[in-house]
């Protein structure tokens, strides 16, 4: 039996729009952002989906609440998928703390811990939890899993078993899909990656 996880970056706000780290924060789609999410609906609405899992923020709440509609379904939180907590940066951009040095350290090593944001293991452990618990659940359909550019990094990578410090290679933009297909014969086929939905729905993905 084949099974697809869909990751789903949330849609723009006018903080990534700003450039500015949102953590926790609780901030809106935009207008742009709700024309992303809606693309996705409608090029997901002919795949039978089996859940649409989020992370707490408002921002991939949102997204997931347009993409579960078509499909009669009610979005699941999953505190796993979280955005990364950044603390002391919230609302800074990459220009105002390119000077820091714990952000020159993270550069150099993407393992680097401090107390300016969560470290990447412990987003690691918790992105691998939920991919534990999509491996295990009975669930014949797809999932949908609307997140954030680390943490979905970070878990592509997982998937895809490149180590742990090489995440930041992959490429997950606000709005975009990427599917993967877990399998018998082939254990893991990316599908596609960093894709933004145009036009009429995609094909059964398992037709």
């Known amino acids: 039996m084949t099974r697809d996880l ?6 723009v706000t006018d903080w990534n729009e700003a450039g500015r780290l949102m953590g926790h924060e609780p ?21 039978p989906l089996g859940a649409v899992v989020a992370s707490p923020q408002r921002r991939t709440q949102e997204t997931a609440a347009i993409i579960a509609a078509p499909h009669g379904l009610a979005v699941t939180t999953d505190d796993a998928l979280a955005e990364v907590w950044f603390g002391p940066w919230v609302g ?11 952000l020159a350290a993270y550069l150099q090593n993407p393992l680097h811990a401090c107390d ?7 987003v690691h452990a918790r992105v691998v939890g939920f991919l534990e618990r999509f491996r295990a659940a009975s669930e014949p359909h797809a999932v949908v899993a609307v997140s954030h550019g680390d943490p979905l990094r970070i878990l592509l990578a997982e998937i895809l078993g490149m180590p ?32 933004f939905p145009q036009g009429p729905p ?5 037709g």
């Open 116 to 122: 300016a944001f969560e470290p990447t293991a412990t």
């Open 6 to 11: 869909i990751l789903v970056r949330h849609g």
């Open 92 to 102: 800074r951009t990459f220009s105002e703390i390119i000077k820091e040095p714990d």
């Open 164 to 195: 742990l410090t090489a995440y930041r290679r992959l490429v997950i933009d606000p709005g975009s899909v990427t599917i993967v297909r877990f399998g018998e014969r082939e254990p893991v086929r990316l599908l596609v990656a960093n894709w």
């Open 27 to 47: 901030i809106a789609l935009n207008a742009r952002g709700r024309s992303q999410a809606e693309a996705t609906a409608r090029a997901l609405a002919a795949q």
């Open 202 to 206: 995609l094909a059964r993905l398992d």
